[in-house]
Nanobody, 126 residues
Framework: EVELVESGGGLVQAGGSLRLSCAAS????????YGWFRQAPGKEREGVSC????????YYADSVKGRFTISSDNAKNTVFLQMNSLKPEDTAVYYC???????????????????WGQGTQVTVSS
């Protein structure tokens, strides 16, 4: 069974930190790029970050650049999103996704999106 499972969300005060994890199973981890997206109530889903398994390149949305860091551990088939200096506007459900194979320069993926997780809630209080 192909599966992406997010974890690490929770409630944090503004200025705090969280680390999200995305555990992949059921497919070859090294064949994909991995992205993080988020969606707040009443808003469209927003691309947040990406890391390419092919060349290690990364992408960050302007809204999170300098505060969030994406990384991966291929041996553990896991992608991480370290979120620092959190703001109330970061409140959303965060989703990870697997795409083919590169990250974009102005968007998360350049090609098809294949797999999605169910999301983890991040709530940042003021």
């Amino acid at each position: 069974e192909v599966e992406l499972v997010e974890s690490g969300g929770g409630l944090v005060q503004a200025g705090g930190s969280l680390r999200l994890s995305c555990a992949a199973s059921g497919f070859t981890f090294d064949d994909y790029a991995y992205g993080w997206f988020r969606q707040a109530p009443g808003k469209e889903r927003e691309g947040v970050s990406c890391i390419s398994s092919f060349d290690g390149s990364t992408y960050y949305a302007d809204s999170v650049k300098g505060r969030f860091t994406i990384s991966s551990d291929n041996a553990k088939n896991t992608v991480f999103l370290q979120m620092n200096s959190l703001k109330p506007e970061d409140t959303a459900v965060y989703y990870c996704a697997a795409g083919d194979v590169f990250c974009g320069s102005s968007q998360v993926f350049t090609g098809p999106q294949y797999y999605w997780g169910q999301g983890t809630q991040v709530t940042v209080s003021s």
